[in-house]
Structure formats: structure tokens, C-alpha cells
């Protein structure tokens, strides 16, 4: 309860100074950065909709350089940015720092993910670090510690505090438009090293409590999925626990990732000893008498998947605490 009130006391503090940001950022600094915004906005909406590719990644040169002279100006952690509708801009939990992420379309079949960080500073002053994109230069994402030079791009849509032994990490919950047939979502580990520097990844996702066959540790996690399917990969304060979708092939073909839909139940992971410890089943039913199993519902008499019911019922399910 007090870790709580305390998370919630941090989070009235940043929202309250970004609402008084005119008390923070001078006049002139302040019509400064609003100019900026029209420009960030107008570049963002180019880096994805502009027919030429060379106008998109010029877009995406110039939306850099805009950023970076915003963020320069003293006080600039407290300007929200709000009217970039297309940019990512989250504030950690305790205040501490805001990521920004964004995507540039390479082409109909590829997404490249920009990102930085920005730290407050008791000046005022700019503390940047920007985040190099490195997913498409390795074939295990899973298993390693990285840093802002090979960071796994994502759009960050939430922010997790978690504390073990005094240090924080920060759980970031991210989309990826990863290909023409199939999108990621990602679970990713922050922390900040005795450098100040940011740490991508740890081994800090478990599988340890699982009945089946173990297995090994993860520095980081992704659900890989249909494009055109709907998923859920979210934090559920209320039961402290990060709920996902069990996915499954709608062909049969667990090789092909692209092929993944919802079925209707929901795994999850909850911090436990400094560690994000997999559930296996976090909503368990019991049937009422003349009901079927699971299966049985999200088929059709043909045997085939019936991919509206499955997700039918995993909006069902989400309405629903364990045990019920």
C-alpha cells in the first residue's frame, strides 16, 4: 500500500508540473517550443504518410534535428509535447525521465523505430540519450543485456516501476510493426547503470514456476502475431500482473508466426524477487455443467478456427478476476 501511495504521490508531482509548465519555461522559451511542436508535428505526419521515400526519411532527419533544439531549452522536460499525436511520449512513473518513440515507414514491408530519453535535471539543462535501432542486425533479440547503441525498437504505450535491493526498473510495454504480415509486441526491462547510463534487458524474465519443461531465462520477451489480429499485452494494476493473449496458429502451422491469433485464455508475469516470474493461466474457470471445453468454442462445425469468437471471448475473459 505505501509503495502504491508513494507511486501515485510521484505521478501527481509530474503531471502537476507539466500542467504548471508555464511557470517553469520562460515566455519567450515557451512560444519557442509551441513554434517547434507545429514543426515536430507536420515532419511526424511525413515520416509516415509522404508517398516518396526520400521525403520520409528526410522528414525523419529534420524531426531529429527539431527535437533535439526543443529539448535544449531550459525546462523542456516539463513542456508535454501533447500535440504530437503520432510520437510516443511517456513520463516514468516517479518523474525521473520521459521516453519519446517513433517510427519511420521504409518501405509497404518495413518500420525502423527511433527513440531517446530524456532526463530531468535539477537545472533545467538537457540530459539526451539517444536510442539506435538495432533489430534487424541480430537473430536473438531474447538473450541479451543492451545499451542505447543496440536497442530493440518498439513504441512504447506504458511504463512499469518495480524496486528489488534499492534498485528501480522500469518494464516498457511496446508495439512493433514488425513486417508485412505480422506485428510484435514487447515486454523490455530499463534500468540505469551506475554511469547514469540506460540498460536495455536482464536476466529478469522467468519461466521457473512453470509445470511444463522449463525454460531458460529471457533478458526480454515478444508475443509475435497476425497483423490483422487484435491482442491484448497490457499492465493490470489492479492484480499487478502484465496480461497477455495465448496465441495460436490459425493454420496449424506453429512455424509461421504470421498465423498467430488469440485463442481465449491469458498468460501473464508478475514480479516477484526481482524477477517478471511467468503464469501460466492467469484466469482459471470452472465449467458449469453441459458446457464445453475451451476448445470447443472457438470452433466452427467444420473444425476450423473461428477467429471473431476467439476474440469475443478475450474480451469475455478480461472482464473477469482469477478464480471467477
Do not use: C
Given at each position: 500500500m505505501k509503495k502504491f501511495f508513494f507511486c501515485l504521490m510521484a505521478m501527481c508531482l509530474v503531471f502537476n508540473c507539466?500542467?504548471?509548465?508555464?511557470?517553469?519555461?520562460?515566455?519567450?522559451?515557451?512560444?519557442?517550443l509551441r513554434l517547434k511542436q507545429d514543426s515536430l508535428q507536420q515532419q511526424a505526419d511525413s515520416?509516415?504518410?509522404?508517398?516518396?521515400?526520400?521525403?520520409?526519411?528526410?522528414?525523419?532527419?529534420?524531426?531529429?534535428?527539431?527535437?533535439?533544439?526543443?529539448?535544449?531549452?531550459?525546462?523542456?522536460?516539463?513542456?508535454?509535447?501533447?500535440?504530437?499525436?503520432?510520437?510516443?511520449?511517456?513520463?516514468?512513473?516517479?518523474?525521473?525521465?520521459?521516453?519519446?518513440?517513433?517510427?519511420?515507414?521504409?518501405?509497404?514491408?518495413?518500420y525502423l523505430q527511433k527513440g531517446a530519453i530524456q532526463v530531468r535535471t535539477n537545472?533545467?539543462?538537457?540530459?539526451?540519450?539517444?536510442?539506435?535501432?538495432?533489430?534487424?542486425?541480430?537473430?536473438?533479440?531474447?538473450?541479451?543485456?543492451?545499451?542505447?547503441?543496440?536497442?530493440?525498437?518498439?513504441?512504447?504505450?506504458?511504463?512499469i516501476l518495480k524496486e528489488y535491493n534499492g534498485k528501480k526498473y522500469y518494464t516498457l510495454l511496446g508495439f512493433d510493426d514488425f513486417?508485412?504480415?505480422?506485428?510484435?509486441?514487447?515486454?523490455?526491462?530499463?534500468?540505469?547503470?551506475?554511469?547514469?547510463?540506460?540498460?536495455?534487458?536482464?536476466?529478469?524474465?522467468?519461466?521457473?514456476?512453470d509445470t511444463a519443461k522449463v525454460k531458460p531465462v529471457l533478458h526480454r520477451f515478444n508475443i509475435e502475431y497476425k497483423k490483422e489480429a487484435r491482442t491484448t499485452f497490457n499492465y493490470n494494476p489492479e492484480l499487478d500482473i502484465i496480461i497477455y493473449d495465448h496465441l495460436m496458429s490459425e493454420t496449424e502451422q506453429p512455424e509461421r508466426k504470421e498465423s498467430y491469433i488469440p485463442d481465449g485464455d491469458f498468460e501473464g508475469?508478475?514480479?516477484?524477487?526481482?524477477?517478471?516470474?511467468?503464469?501460466?493461466?492467469?484466469?482459471?474457470?470452472k465449467l458449469k455443467e453441459g458446457e464445453f471445453p475451451q476448445e470447443a468454442t472457438?470452433?466452427?462445425?467444420?473444425?476450423?478456427?473461428?477467429?471473431?469468437?476467439?476474440?469475443?471471448?478475450?474480451?469475455k475473459n478480461m472482464k473477469k478476476k482469477p478464480g471467477q
Open positions: 507539466i500542467r504548471s509548465y508555464g511557470q517553469l519555461i520562460k515566455p519567450a522559451d515557451l512560444k519557442t515520416m509516415i504518410n509522404s508517398v516518396y521515400t526520400a521525403k520520409r526519411f528526410i522528414a525523419d532527419s529534420n524531426f531529429v534535428k527539431t527535437l533535439v533544439r526543443a529539448l535544449k531549452i531550459n525546462n523542456s522536460f516539463y513542456f508535454p509535447f501533447d500535440s504530437l499525436q503520432t510520437i510516443s511520449r511517456l513520463y516514468a512513473p516517479d518523474s525521473t525521465f520521459r521516453i519519446f518513440t517513433w517510427q519511420l515507414k521504409k518501405d509497404e514491408y518495413m537545472d533545467g539543462a538537457l540530459k539526451l540519450f539517444p536510442l539506435f535501432d538495432a533489430s534487424m542486425f541480430t537473430s536473438k533479440p531474447l538473450d541479451s543485456v543492451r545499451t542505447k547503441k543496440n536497442w530493440i525498437g518498439a513504441i512504447y504505450y506504458k511504463i513486417s508485412v504480415a505480422s506485428n510484435r509486441k514487447w515486454m523490455e526491462v530499463l534500468s540505469f547503470g551506475a554511469d547514469g547510463e540506460p540498460v536495455f534487458g536482464g536476466p529478469l524474465i522467468t519461466f521457473k514456476e508475469f508478475k514480479w516477484k524477487d526481482g524477477q517478471w516470474v511467468h503464469v501460466n493461466q492467469v484466469f482459471n474457470f472457438i470452433k466452427d462445425a467444420e473444425g476450423k478456427t473461428d477467429e471473431k469468437k476467439l476474440l469475443e471471448q478475450s474480451e
